[in-house]
């Protein structure tokens, strides 16, 4: 009987799990022997919300993706050592999950270095002071935490059965991230690490491959992969992996003070065909919704609060269009070639100028590609019986080597024009009502009082960085056997960053910053220093740790270097050198101590009505307001502003710094995308702050209450313009080659207007859309009204059927349209 019921037990046990055997070869990886096409796209849980997980998870899937990646963010869970936090949008379990319920793979990147343009590379700073530690070589202190983090993530994971072993959506994990890239200056000590890293991964035995990337002497055990805008010339170190491209980087991050980065989606399908058409197996966009960097996670430093990233998705969840559809067709028609990608018999074929061909035959099955990377001129092939033009840096699948179903050059889909919209709440007042009060600095920059002493000028990471802001504070005594008596006097001071402000004796006397890139600054001011004692104090405020090269942790940060008070006289200098003088420490600010931020904090009531101060530095904002109505994601307008942060009901929403203008050229009006792109191509925003909106998470936000907005303004500011307003398509431009459907949304509200349509041969971008030489003999316009005006939606196929023949002979034809959307 006993035996019975534990062979009923066992047999249940089966059943309930699908547990998947996960393995791989050259060609692609295997669930339970069957082989699979991967296309998986980066969501990072903390740079989103809860709320938001669902709907993106779901778009992505819509997109035509079939996994998800997330790296996991050391310092955002454990903040002090062994103290974690897994709750809000730090839940991994449940974003996890969350993918899981959508039916979809996941990609885990423990790291637990992410890198990322997160703060310190997802490194917590309490690990930097622990005696003894050295980052990522052969050093005990730092393997054993790095150990600890890393079994604490994947047991978390085997409790709530989420590897494919257990049945559970996790395919592949990642340990370290693009260690090869700086491994050289760590020696052979960075070796031993590497491998060290490798092998205490794969102990944890979780079933599913471990890879490393960017990693070229991974040992065999991992798997090495490829990061970058292309990949189809990578090959893994090892005959038996398979292709992985874990970062195809659908665009570019920001930093403050720089231009907009757009990359077009022709060029981002074009890269992602190439991949599958050299035997890719597996390639994941970074980022496919970037999202937000809230608090003070994001790192550099100088990098912005939006990590946009031009994704799929944009920061707010809506379509990225083109980019979202034009790969999403690529996707599908990828998926439905699995089988001959990654198992059919490949054949390649050189045409020369950069044309290349690539027969995949399975079965009864033959597939081809033709790539043409040519950046100027249109490839014209000859294959068995068919010519085919393949247009310059492009790709065209043909399924079954007759006809072209898809084209990376060509755009079948619409590109959307998004809008700001009035914040539309129900009586809100048509300016917000502004509250102030002082942040309170008179015991930092008067009475030079602070609760740590060193005689020497500290590195800001000492106090684990638990705020922006340290005060650096001394005081001098000048009297006249001092070499400066008598001199012109002047302050001066080196540090690394990010953000200074200096005071002498309680007056302000100047701010410095330096910039992305350009870690370092000098500041020197005139300062009248009075005979007897002077008292220094210096206001470090950091944009985000180093999160990037060989040794970043040892990188400072906050005021080093030097401060001296210098001293003029004709061709004459004289320096007093401060660094070795006792200094005083004194950590954040007094408004953070005390929440003002915060509904509960206890000075809650002690803020000033009426007269508005504005640029006003170290000045705290208060307002009220109404939550727009609807759904539409929320945005702030900061312009007016200087440098600070914003919080919604207590919610950081990040550091803004709408003052910080990009410069005024290195703008592309006409972007070609028809060559490697990069970074410093196709950017836009010139001359405009680097980020002027900032997200508001609709769970942030009470629909029906009363909801409220505190500024911090470091610099000096005018709030008045500051205002919501919530991010929707303005217009739709509709485009369709010959014989494929033309689909315009609206994405939930109705097509008020048809401004422009033609078939045949019409060109401009969006907004500027001009009729050609030739066209379709019918109304092309009052067609397009008559289909589309008053609907969320509405498709038409681009023919001469309807729109009439064309006196275009050869030449392709298409159908332009731009459509107005009810705001
Ligand atoms: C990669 C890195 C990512 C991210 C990316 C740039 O090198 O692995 O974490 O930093 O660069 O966005």
């Not at 034009?326 to 074929?349: D, R, Y």
């Not at 400072?556 to 061709?571: S, T």
Request: aromatic fraction near 12%; include cysteine; charge should be negative.
């Amino acid at each position: 009987m006993a035996a019975k019921a534990l062979t009923l037990l066992l047999l249940c046990l089966v059943t309930v799990c699908n547990c998947m055997e996960v393995t791989y070869d050259s060609r692609s990886f295997m669930i339970d022997g069957e082989r699979k096409l991967l296309i998986s796209g980066s969501i990072h849980y903390p740079r989103s919300t809860p709320e938001m997980w669902p709907d993106l998870i779901k778009k992505a899937k819509a997109g035509g993706l079939n996994m998800i990646e997330t790296y996991v963010f050391w310092n955002a869970h454990e903040p002090e050592q062994r103290k974690y936090d897994f709750t809000g949008n730090l839940d991994l379990m449940r974003f996890l999950k969350t993918v899981r319920d959508e039916g979809m793979y996941i990609m885990l990147r423990i790291g637990p270095y992410v890198c990322a343009e997160w703060t310190f590379g997802g490194f917590p700073v309490w690990l930097h002071n622990l005696d003894g530690v050295k980052f990522r070589t052969a050093n005990d202190v730092f393997m054993n935490e790095m150990q600890n983090f890393t079994t604490l993530i994947v047991d978390m994971a085997k409790k709530e059965k989420l590897f494919a072993r257990q049945g559970g959506p996790i395919l592949i994990t990642q340990i370290e991230n693009e260690f090869g890239n700086v491994e050289h200056p760590y020696g052979e000590a960075g070796k031993v690490y590497m491998n060290w890293a490798a092998n205490m991964a794969v102990s944890l035995d979780t079933g599913s491959p471990w890879i490393m990337c960017q990693q070229k002497d991974a040992p065999p055990i991992v798997i090495n992969t490829c990061n970058g805008w292309y990949c189809d010339d990578f090959t893994p170190n090892n005959a038996s992996s398979p292709k992985i491209w874990t970062e195809n980087w659908a665009g570019w991050f920001m930093s403050w003070g720089s231009v907009r980065p757009k990359r077009a989606a022709e060029d981002v399908a074009f890269a992602v065909a190439r991949f599958y058409q050299t035997g890719g197996s597996l390639q994941n966009y970074y980022m496919y919704h970037g999202g937000t960097n809230f608090g003070r996670t994001a790192g550099g430093p100088y990098i912005t609060t939006s990590y946009d990233y031009d994704a799929p998705l944009d920061e707010y969840g809506n379509l990225n269009e083109p980019k979202y559809s034009h790969t999403k067709q690529l996707h599908n028609l990828l998926m439905s070639m699995e089988k001959p990608l990654t198992e059919g018999k490949v054949t390649h074929i050189d045409f020369g100028n950069g044309a290349e061909g690539t027969v995949f035959v399975d079965g009864q099955t033959t597939s081809c590609f033709f790539s043409n990377k040519n950046t100027s001129s249109d490839a014209l092939i000859k294959y068995q019986d068919m010519n085919i033009t393949v247009p310059a840096w492009s790709v065209s699948i043909l399924p079954d080597c007759q006809t072209e179903a898809y084209n990376t050059a060509k755009v079948n889909t619409q590109t959307s024009v998004m809008v700001k919209r009035e914040n539309g709440a129900e009586n809100q007042p048509s300016a917000l009502k502004w509250s102030w009060r002082p942040e309170n600095l008179d015991v930092a920059v008067i009475q030079g009082k602070g609760s740590i002493h060193a005689s020497e000028i500290l590195d800001q990471k000492v106090l684990n960085d638990m705020s922006d802001y340290l005060w650096y504070m001394t005081s001098v005594d000048i009297d006249e056997k001092d070499p400066v008596w008598g001199t012109n006097m002047s302050i001066r001071i080196n540090g690394t960053g990010h953000v200074l402000h200096a005071y002498v004796n309680g007056e302000y006397v100047g701010s410095k910053w330096a910039k992305y890139d350009v870690h370092n600054y000098d500041f020197e001011t005139p300062v009248k220093f009075k005979p007897g004692r002077n008292q220094i104090s210096l206001l470090s405020a950091l944009v985000g740790l180093k999160n990037y090269g060989a040794f970043f942790d040892d990188y400072r940060a906050g005021v080093c270097g030097f401060v001296d008070i210098v001293g003029r006289n004709g061709d004459e200098i004289v320096t007093k050198d401060l660094a070795g003088h006792q200094w005083v420490y004194k950590n954040s600010l007094h408004g953070l101590d005390n929440q003002l931020y915060s509904q509960t904090s206890k000075f809650s009531a002690k803020w000033q009505l009426g007269y508005l101060p504005v640029n006003r530095s170290m000045t705290w904002y208060k307002t009220t307001f109404k939550a727009p109505l609807g759904k539409d994601p929320v945005v702030l307008d900061l312009l007016g502003l200087g440098k600070g942060y914003a919080w919604v009901n207590g919610n950081n929403l990040g550091r803004y710094w709408p003052s910080y203008l990009a410069p005024e050229d290195g703008c592309d009006d006409e972007c070609d995308y028809r060559a490697k792109y990069d970074a410093s191509q196709c950017n836009y925003g010139c001359g405009e702050p680097t980020q002027r909106w900032y997200h508001v998470p609709r769970d942030f936000l009470s629909a029906t209450g009363v909801n409220e907005l505190v500024l911090f303004e470091e610099f000096g500011g005018n709030p008045s313009q500051v205002n919501f307003k919530t991010v929707v398509v303005g217009s739709a431009c509709g485009s369709a080659y010959e014989h494929k459907t033309m689909e315009l949304s609206c994405q939930g509200r109705s097509i008020t207007q048809i401004k422009f349509a033609s078939f045949g041969n019409p060109m401009g971008t969006c907004g500027s859309f001009k009729k050609g030489t030739c066209e379709g003999s019918k109304d092309a316009l009052s067609i397009l009204q008559k289909a589309c005006i008053g609907k969320e939606t509405c498709s038409l196929v681009a023919n001469e059927n309807i729109f009439g023949p064309t006196s275009c002979a050869d030449s392709p034809k298409k159908l332009l349209v731009e459509a107005v959307c009810a705001i």
